[in-house]
Structures are given as structure tokens and as C-alpha cells.
């Protein structure tokens, strides 16, 4: 019965762990609404030379925003980003904590 409740507390401690590292959409909206709409519009549709982001996933929004920030050209042109988007979103993404990256990611998921 002691390992039962044991196994139990840690797939819960995991669960937890899990869903804080997913990022917290209410605090995504917030950056996101004050730093991108401007950009990529109220609810991510794109407009101009600015790329629709409703529609992905979480983990492709991270990826790409570690890239721009990281400055690694080969992943960003193998998502087809790069060029004149990267001297725009390269000092964006600069100032971007994990957590931010995390939070933006959650939120713009939620956008279709």
C-alpha cells in the first residue's frame, strides 16, 4: 500500500511539474497583446509581412522564438523565417526570459 501512494505522489509531482513548464497563457495574452499584436495582429492572424502564429503549436512557437533569439539562422530557415523578419524579431525574442518563450507559447496555441 506504501509504494501504491508513492507511485501516486510521483506521477502527480511529475503531472504538476509538466503543466508548469507549459506555460501560463493568462500571462502569454498579457506580453503578448503589449509586445506582438502590433505585429502579427489582435489574435495572431498576420497581416503584412508579419506571419499568421494562430494555428501552431505550442512547441513550434518555442522553438522558433529560441532560434530568433539564439540567432540560429538554420533552424528559422528551416521553419521559412529568416531574412528581413530577423533583424525585427531577433531584438524581440532578445529579451525574452524561458519563462516568457514558455507563457507566449501557451498563449498563441490557443489561438486558432
Not at 503589449?34 to 501552431?56: N, V
Amino acid at each position: 500500500m506504501k509504494k501504491l501512494t508513492v507511485l501516486m505522489l510521483a506521477a502527480g509531482l511529475m503531472t504538476s511539474g509538466a503543466a508548469m513548464a507549459a506555460g501560463d497563457a493568462a500571462a502569454g495574452k498579457s506580453l503578448y497583446d503589449a509586445s506582438c499584436a502590433s505585429c502579427h495582429g489582435i489574435q495572431a492572424q498576420g497581416q503584412g509581412m508579419f506571419p499568421k502564429l494562430a494555428g501552431l503549436s505550442s512547441e513550434r512557437i518555442k522553438t522558433t522564438l529560441v532560434a530568433f533569439k539564439s540567432g540560429d539562422t538554420a533552424t528559422l530557415k528551416k521553419e521559412g523565417l529568416g531574412g528581413p523578419n530577423s533583424a525585427i524579431m531577433a531584438p524581440n525574442a532578445a529579451g525574452l526570459s524561458e519563462q516568457d518563450m514558455d507563457n507566449l507559447s501557451a498563449y498563441i496555441a490557443t489561438l486558432k
